[in-house]
Each structure stands twice: as C-alpha cells, then as structure tokens.
C-alpha cells in the first residue's frame, strides 16, 4: 500500500540548451530542513512534525479497495462488536467490514449517495443519503427499513442522543431535525442557512451544529432555541471536535471569492434569556483556502493551523489536547495540538480523506477518487519511507555527498534517483543501493537535471528515528547566457538639462559703483534641452539589453558595431559589467548599422570554461548629415488688411539618409512655426512644402526655413520677400 503525499511549489525553470562538457566551479546546496521543505515531499509511515522533523509515524493498511461502481467512501461508523460500516457514492450503498475479512454489502439503497452515518447504543444503524434526504436503519440484527423521511434534499450528518433519540442535520434548508422512531419526527431547530454540515454534543449537553454556506457555529438549547457562537467567515463549517476541556475545534473551508473574516457573534435565532454570553471576541482571519479554528469557552477563537489544502473534511478528538483532521486536495491526515505544533500523520494517493473514525486506539480513514478504507495501527510502525520532491535543479548538475542529521535510535538508509522530468518516468535512473546514514552520503545517481531521495527510517529497540535536515551538494553544468534583447536608442529620444532637483545656476550684474546684484530661479525638476543647445550631444547613441544566466554567475559584456556594407565586426566595448553602452556616432559614417552583444559567464568560471552567447540587433541609422533645404521662391499678392500683402514661400527638404521630420519658418526672427509638407505627412528623404506668410508690411523681410531630419540634424535656408 503506497502512502502519497504532494504539496509542491511550482518553479520557474530556464530551458535546457547547448549542453556542454564544462561545469560551473561553485558548488550549490539544496537544502532541506523546514516543515514547509519536507511537506513537498511524499509519506508512507512517517510523520512530519510542524518542528522540521521526519519521524516514523503509524502504520497505514488499505484494508479496503477496489469496490464496484464506487467512487467515494462518504462516512464511517463502529459499533460495540468492532464491525466498520461505511456509506458509499455514486451508488448508495452500505458496507460492513470486520478485521481479516473482504467488505460485506449490506444494502444496496438505490439512492445516489449515502452521505452520513451513526450508531446507537443498541448497535442499530442510521445512514442519510443525498440527494433525496432519506434516513435508513440497519438493526443490529441485519433488518433494513427506510427509517424516516424529512423531505428535504440531504441529510449531512447524523449525532445520536438521549433515549434512541436522532438528529438529523439536512439541507438545502438548513433544519436539524429530531426524530423519535420510525416515521416519527419534527423539526427541532432552524439555523436560518442553507445547509447543516456537523452535528456535535457539548460538554455541557447543548447541541452544536455546523453550517453553509454562511460558515457559522451554532449552539441549540434544549428547547431548540439557537445562538452563533462563531462566524467563521468561510463558506462552510464542516467539521466539529469537541475536547476534554470544553474547547471547540472546527474545520472552515473557503470559498475563492469568499470572505477572509468574520462578523461579530449575533443571534442565528430566538436564543434563552438567560443564556451564557458566548459572543465571538476575536474572528480570526487569513487567505489560507481552509482552517482548523479553537473556539473556547468563553467564545474566543484562534487560528491553529492551515493546512496546504482545498479542504477540510472530517475531524476528531485525539490525543493530549490536539484535534485529528483530514483534507482534501491533497488527500491527507494531520494532527494539530492546542499549542499549534502540527504534524502531518499521512496522506494518499487518492484526492480527498473524505471520513474519519477514532475509537480508542483504532483509527479509520476513508477516501474518495479513488475509494479506499485504511486502518492506522494503533502505535508506531516497524518502517517508514519519506521520499522527498523531484528538486529542479534548472540545469544538468553532478552529485557530491549528501549530509542527513539524523537522531535517536534505529536506522536510517538513503537512496536516490535522477532524471530529465519534472515526473519520474521510465528514463529516470533506478534507485540506487540503500546505505545507511552516518552523517555524509555519497549520492550514486548519475548527473541529471532532476534529483530526488528517498529515506527509510527503521524502528530500533530505543528511541524513534528522526530526520531534521537533509543538505544535497551539487555542481550545474556549466550553460550558456541567455540575452533577451539589445535595445538601441538614438537622438528621437529628448535630452534633458538637470537631475530631479535641478536648480538652474545662478547669475549676476556687477555696477561701476561696486554694487552686485545676483540672480536665481526657483528649484525646478529636469527640463528638455532644446535642439541648439544640444548640438554636441546629437551624435550620442546608447544601447541596452537584458541578459541572465541560467547558473546564476556574474556576466562580462562585450559590444560590437558593423554597417551592412562591411564584413568584418568592430569592437565599440571591449568589456563591461553593465547592461547599457553609450558612443559618439559622429565618427561613423553616415549607414546602416548593427551592434552584436557578446555575454560571457567568464567571472565566476576558470579560463577555458566559460560560456559565451551572441545576440545582434536590429539595424539602426547613422546620419550626421543635415537635410537641405532647396529651391525656396516667393509669390506675394494682396492681404487682407489695407496696405498689408501675403506672401506664399515654397521649396523642397531634402535629406540623404534619414526621412524629413519636421519644417519650421521664422519672419525676420520671430518665433519658430510649423508647417506640413505637401502631401501633410512625414514620410519620406524628399518633402514639398509651402506655407503663406500673412499681413506682412511694405518692405524687406527675411523668411528662414528650417529643415530637421529624424536624427535631428538641422540645417536652415533663407529667402528676401519685399513687398510694397
């Protein structure tokens, strides 16, 4: 019978390319020595404790498996004589089963699933089935009967009582019923919610009762009355433990949309005048999908464990003050102490722990998809495995020793395995021979991307073996730098004068008569340096990029430039550590360029080790040299003010290497205006304009033209217009 237990993270992994025989010089540690590190890994008779601790657990039989037509095992029941009943779906069926024996059908129901069970004091069984909310009884001499009828559409749990009394929580109504005999009941309490989910005694013989889907606990007086003594702002309450002291355990599951905390106790009902005061003090709250909750005495509540699961089934009293619990999705069993220390007693194969049945020191658990039955012994088991995730190691890596802290008395023995699959499959390495753990291993697997372990902890004639750290020394092959992109950026880009806090600088006016006045502008942020005055800067082109390595070593860059025309590439940067390189483009010639990024893993390996990727860029342009402006004539005629003519100017920008980007006219020095080419687009090396000049006085003026390509190289053409 195989144990199962998977909570793993997902990772982010690199791709594995371009192997090579060289290995990177550091040596990497995987290590594993928290609760939350062992929980990823798979249980058969171990336990992992909240402390960090593999321990050898109980010993888990799958006394039942394989049943026809069934799906899940819904509920569990022991009567006075050891015998199992179990209540299946999707076939509503009831089964007993005794030690040694295969499982017995008692009864074929005929309804969809028998949800819930319980036994009186007379060995007679109750079983409430969905989805036609029915109640059978199975004597204890084998009769069976449809036992009562509450017309709702489930009954989910089942609690016997005083005097062959039975109660009977139901949905999708909310109502707990009290049923007396067959055929003989009543509705004994309205919760005011959708659905009774648990049904428990209080110590002090009040009933308490679970519900969804607004997730409250309730406590029913004798009279019926009722009163929320904890809302624990989940969608269900699914489970109730009541313990020796008093103290309510509950198990909450939580919608993904639903609320992460609770209101405030409030009447679910009429409750007694002069009921205890059981209001909720503290709600607590969290994202975590399901909980295990104390709600005490005096109506306090606290969180004692999440578990890394979807949800939370079934839970039970257990042992020195702590709850036993089983969840779903994963399938798995733990144990939490009123003082939070947890520990996780096993877990299956199949995807919910769906029931839970402790008596003494028996203790059943059932499961659906797959349905299995399973039997813990009652103490500690000869042996135990743990067998740990399929760690990633992101690239093909080679083993060193492996370092186990191990404690107490009996054996431990390692293994190992390896592999290219996140899954182990046929391609994976076999095991490798157990040997027993004296501090440091030798790991045999050969050298693969994925590696797992697994240990075995034998039980001696002392103390229980424990296992607190497991440390993995590996070396990653040694792959190559991966670079994302190369980003070039050029003069369209504006430049900016100042930091953040620019402060322009001050100036001053010194008189013959000695006095000096000194002037400055207010702290201002960075601002946009206009063309002219960042000429010298218009040949500046910069380059960026993102690169990574998959083994995590430091990178070296090297940059290099070639025209489509050329052959042969020529080194800008001959070495760097950052990703961004700025040149003065202006001693190239005016072209079509690349650049060709080189990333080297060269710091943190020897030489004749080290890696090496390549990455060119897009082609890009260099043009230093200005269009032209050409062909500028006048054509004046009368304006529309008297004694005012207009003047229309035409002509032609022409540029070389890069298409035309803007066209601006000044008047006798006036301020610079802008004008659409011809066609009123910016489209091409060559663009035909015109523009009228309005109002102009008699006389001579001087229209200047200016002409700026996409590189943001200027040039300026002037014509005279006199008018009369």
């Not at 109504?173 to 989910?197: H, M």
């Not at 909980?291 to 005490?296: C, I």
């Not at 004068?497 to 600088?505: D, T």
Request: charged share 20%.
């Amino acid at each position: 019978m195989r144990m199962r237990w998977r909570f793993s993270a997902v990772l982010a992994a690199l791709a594995l390319v371009g192997a090579s025989q060289a290995w990177a010089v550091r040596t990497s540690l995987w290590t594993q020595d928290t609760v939350d590190d062992f929980l990823a890994g798979d249980v058969t008779g171990v336990t992992v404790t909240s402390d960090g601790q593999v321990q050898l657990g109980a010993a888990w039989d799958s006394v039942v498996t394989n049943l026809p037509e069934v799906a899940q095992i819904w509920c569990l029941a022991r009567d006075s004589k050891g015998q199992i009943y179990f209540g299946t779906g999707d076939d509503g069926r009831i089964y007993r089963w005794v030690h040694g024996r295969p499982a017995q059908l008692v009864w074929n129901t005929g309804s969809s699933e028998i949800m819930s069970m319980a036994i009186d004091a007379n060995d007679n069984l109750y079983a409430g089935t969905s989805t036609d909310g029915l109640i059978y009884r199975v004597t204890a001499r084998g009769d069976t009967s449809r036992y009562f009828e509450t017309g709702e559409q489930s009954v989910w749990t089942l609690l016997t009582g005083k005097n062959g009394v039975l109660y009977a929580g139901t949905g999708s109504r909310g109502r707990v019923y009290k049923i007396t005999g067959p055929g003989k009941g009543e509705v004994f309490a309205e919760t005011r919610d959708a659905n009774v989910l648990a049904l428990a005694w209080a110590k002090d013989g009040a009933l308490l009762a679970g519900t969804s889907s607004k997730g409250l606990l309730l406590r029913i007086e004798a009279n019926g009355a009722t009163r929320v003594i904890y809302d624990s702002g989940a969608e269900e309450l699914r489970a109730i433990a009541v313990l020796d002291d008093g103290s309510i355990a509950v198990g909450t599951n939580r919608s993904p949309s639903g609320s992460s905390g609770g209101g405030a106790a409030g009447g679910g009902g009429g409750g007694s005048p002069g009921g205890p005061p059981l209001g909720i003090e503290i709600t607590p709250s969290g994202g975590a999908k399901c909980g295990v909750y104390l709600v005490q005495p005096d109506g306090s509540a606290r969180l004692l464990y999440a578990p890394p699961c979807d949800f939370v089934y079934a839970m039970v009293p257990g042992d020195a003050g702590s709850v036993w619990f089983t969840t779903g999705n994963p399938a798995a069993l733990f144990r939490v102490g009123l003082d939070r220390k947890f520990g996780l007693l096993g877990a299956t194969e199949s995807k919910q722990l769906l029931a839970l049945l402790r008596v003494g020191k028996e203790v059943y658990a059932a499961a659906g998809n797959a349905a299995v039955l399973y039997s813990l012994g009652s103490g500690v088991g000869p042996e135990g495995t743990y067998i740990s995730e399929a760690h990633d190691l992101r690239s093909v890596a080679s083993w060193g020793e492996a370092r186990v802290s191990a404690s107490g008395g009996g054996e431990v023995h390692w293994s190992s395995r390896s592999g290219f699959s996140k899954t182990p499959d046929d391609g994976w390495s076999g095991w490798s021979r157990e040997v027993p753990v004296k501090g440091y291993v030798k790991i045999e697997s050969p050298p693969a991307r994925f590696l797992q372990y697994r240990l075995r902890l034998r039980r001696g004639s002392g103390e229980l073996p424990a296992v607190s750290t497991v440390e993995v020394a590996y070396l990653q092959r040694n792959l190559p730098p991966s670079i994302a992109n190369v980003t070039l950026y050029g003069p369209e880009n504006p430049y900016f004068e100042g930091g953040p806090e620019y402060r322009p600088p001050q100036i001053s006016q010194s008189f013959p008569n000695g006095i000096k006045l000194e002037f400055s502008l207010p702290r201002s942020g960075p601002r946009q340096v206009s063309d002219p005055s960042a000429a010298w800067a218009r040949g500046i082109r910069s380059a960026s990029w993102d690169a990574a390595d998959p083994n995590g070593d430091n990178l070296r860059y090297k940059l290099y430039i070639k025209a489509d025309d050329e052959t042969a590439w020529k080194s800008l940067s001959i070495g760097t550590d950052d990703r961004a390189f700025s040149w003065d483009a202006e001693s190239f010639a005016n072209g079509t360029y690349r650049l060709k990024l080189e990333a080297s893993d060269a710091p943190d390996n020897p030489d004749g080790t080290e890696m090496k990727a390549e990455r060119v860029s897009a082609p890009f342009v260099i043009d230093n040299i200005p269009p032209r402006v050409e062909g500028l004539r006048t054509s004046t005629r009368e304006g529309s003010l008297k004694g005012r003519s207009t003047v229309t100017v035409s002509g032609l920008a022409i540029d070389a290497d890069s298409r035309i980007a803007k066209i601006e006219y000044s008047v006798d020095g006036s301020d610079w205006k802008q004008v659409f080419p011809d066609d009123s687009i910016f489209d091409s090396l060559q663009e035909r304009f015109h523009f009228d000049v309005t109002d102009l006085t008699p006389g001579e003026h001087a229209v200047t033209v200016r002409a700026s390509d996409e590189q943001r190289n200027v040039s300026v053409g002037k014509i005279l217009a006199v008018t009369r």
